[in-house]
């Protein structure tokens, strides 16, 4: 009998320091795999972090493109309506000098019919012909 007793302290010991022995190995894998979650969730977070930075650095950059070009485009609507401006007075300038030329040319031909220097027929000509350019 003292010997099934002996087996049976010795298996009891042998338990115990076996499952004594796996518990420290349990608890390293649970603080391995603990440490591994961690490092995994702080990469993790840090690399949110710089993708939250870099697009909203990247969205920065799209607010001052978008305003340069708000800006160049404005400078160049206000250069076409200041050469729009220009053209318009220039064309009123060129029709102001057409009139007074052909008022010039009628009344030197006015002078000419009162000199009697030309017909009253050449008179009409040549003032239909001032009237037809006057047209044109």
Known sequence: MLPRILLLAISLSSLAVT????????????DAKEAAEKSLADVKAEAEAKLAEATKAAGKALEDAKAEAAAKAEAAEKTLADARLEA??????????????LNTRIALLE????SKTITEQEFKEQLAKFRQELGQ
């Open 111 to 114: 002078n000419r019919k009162r």
């Open 88 to 101: 318009v007075a220039a064309k009123a300038e060129s029709k102001k000098r057409a009139y007074a030329e």
């Open 19 to 30: 499952s004594l022995g796996a518990a420290p190995g349990k608890a390293a894998r649970k």
